[in-house]
């Protein structure tokens, strides 16, 4: 026993010794790195833009002998509306360092988004540094389009193979199937049953697959090196979230309905109900928007969280520059590395398991004697 107290406390020893050595390093770094302000302001500029939606994919980018920003990657179809329709790449804006001439148009990229200028790039700031300059109708097909579109190809692929060998071997998965089948009937037996009923759960399955699915891919898509942070876009989100709600009240019961507008029921008279009434309702309609503002607001903070400590993490690298202070960042980088693949599948789970759970609340009915 004293033993392995001492053992213990030696290895506390050695990590309180390990952090001390980390922070002094770094310290020693950052002061005698002249140019750190400007590597740390590069990097978190780096990182706000890993976390934006883009008009190309990015790999990685360098600076060539010449001292020009050398990119590489794919650009992307950028698509206007303005008094007419403008198709061109978005590699004539050379990642926001160029000015995009198209059929007499001059256009700009401010802030990750496309304005209307002239050919020097002039962009007009107001007293709150807003743009004034007009802004096209945008309809591009950014990173994030092309990986959802990526994904519902990869998906459409998967299940329909899954279908096929079902139909081929007597209701038998074949091939990739055999991996995903488990899981099809894990959310069937154990988030669909459960929580929305025996009775009225077929009718929710089609959903909750195809989200559980859809938020699954895409959050193992961001862990790439490609760059994209779909389920961190809170409009992607938030199209999520409105589909469960839309869906849990279009379905809703009267059931459902009478718990939000006489949650008391018939327990009490009426006018007694009244004065419980003006805090009750209020509460019970308001929950009916809170519930899937919990959901995007879920996925979005957590998605975006992980990839700004890991963006962080790897960025520490750059500004340590020692032995010592980077092998340790690597080493955290690599490990919330394989905590975000968890991440990635436990955020698919919580979505869908709570979606279900609101299916269940508007599929109810009570037995009225």
């Not at 390990?18 to 020693?28: E, K, M, Q």
């Not at 329709?85 to 004539?92: A, N, R």
């Not at 089948?181 to 195809?210: C, H, Q, W």
Request: hydrophobic share 50%; proline share 3%; glycine share 6%.
């Amino acid at each position: 026993m004293k033993r392995k107290s001492t053992i213990l406390i030696s290895a506390k020893k050695c990590v309180a010794l390990l952090a001390i050595l980390f922070a002094s390093f770094a310290f020693a770094n950052n002061k005698e790195d002249a140019n750190g302000g400007d590597l740390k302001t590069e990097i978190k500029e780096y990182i706000a833009h890993h976390l934006l939606d883009s008009y190309d994919f990015s790999l990685f980018s360098y600076t060539n002998e010449a001292g020009e920003h050398v990119y590489v990657g794919a650009p992307l179809p950028i698509i206007l509306w303005d008094n007419g329709l403008k198709v061109f790449s978005s590699s004539k804006f050379h990642h926001g360092e160029t000015v995009a001439a198209v059929d007499g148009n001059y256009y700009a990229l401010y802030h990750n988004k496309i304005y209307k200028t002239d050919a020097e790039g002039t962009i007009n700031l107001d007293e709150t540094n807003h743009p004034t300059n007009l802004k096209p109708l945008d309809l591009s097909i950014t990173k994030s389009v092309v990986s959802m579109i990526l994904v519902f190809a990869l998906m459409f692929f998967l299940f329909k193979s899954l279908a096929d060998s079902y139909a081929k071997n007597g209701g038998v998965a074949a091939g990739v199937g055999r991996f995903f089948e488990p899981i099809v009937l894990y959310v069937r037996d154990d988030i669909a049953r459960p929580n929305i009923g025996e009775k009225k759960y077929k009718k929710y399955m089609s959903f909750l697959l195809t989200v559980f699915f859809f938020i699954w891919f895409l959050n193992i898509l961001g862990l790439t090196p490609l760059g994209v942070n779909v389920t961190g876009n809170i409009a992607v989100t938030f199209g999520l979230a409105l589909l469960t709600f839309l869906i849990t009240n279009l379905t809703g019961t009267k059931d459902y309905w009478l718990h939000i507008f006489d949650p008391l029921g018939s327990s009490m008279a009426w006018y007694a109900k009244v004065p419980l009434y003006i805090i009750l309702i209020p509460i019970e309609v308001l929950g009916v928007f809170i519930k899937p503002f919990s959901l995007l607001i879920r996925l979005y903070a957590n998605m975006q969280a992980g990839h700004i400590v890991l963006m962080s993490l790897i960025g520490l690298m750059f500004i340590f520059k020692s032995w010592l202070g980077s092998p340790l960042s690597f080493g955290l980088a690599f490990a919330i590395s394989l905590i975000e693949v968890l991440v990635a599948l436990l955020q698919a789970y919580i979505f869908t398991m709570l979606s279900a759970l609101y299916f269940g609340f508007a599929a109810e009915e009570h037995e009225h004697h």
